[in-house]
């Protein structure tokens, strides 16, 4: 099972994602530990669609980026890299403002395959996402 790579923090994601889908969309890291990540977004009206709730791609976007830093976060020793091979979402709620936040653990975390869930929810607490991701990893 991999480990937590300690070089890896908040603070260096922040720095990788400039410019980036990520950083458009105003995603923040919170918190990484063991087979865990945290982030958030603050809901904007960037991120409905033109119907005026929130889009499910930005919903998607949250989770995957979430899943992806943890995935990093946690490559096996020799890796050089990952890419996503499937993933899915459940929508049961949205925001239209406040913050989305996003909590991902880990389910599996193999040599050659990771697999991560986000729940993503809203200021009350309540539960408005549920993505799962298969990612494999790239020796």
């Known amino acids: 099972m991999s480990e937590l790579r300690p070089e890896i923090t908040p603070e260096s994601f922040m720095k990788l994602q400039a410019g980036t889908l990520p950083d458009l969309l105003g995603l923040e890291i919170l918190e990484i530990g063991e087979g865990r990540l945290t982030g958030r977004m603050k809901v904007e009206r960037r991120h409905y669609a033109p119907n005026g709730f929130l889009h499910a791609a930005s919903i998607v976007a949250l989770a995957d980026t979430c899943a992806g830093y943890a ?18 979402t459940n929508f049961f709620g949205t925001a239209l403002d406040g913050h989305v936040h996003c909590t991902t653990t880990s389910k599996h975390r193999g040599r050659t395959t990771q697999v991560w869930d986000s729940e993503v929810f809203n200021d009350a607490g309540k539960l408005i996402a549920s993505f799962r991701c298969t990612q494999m990893v790239l020796v």
């Open 71 to 88: 995935t990093v976060a946690h490559l096996p020793k020799g890796a050089k890299g990952f890419t996503t091979i499937e993933l899915k």
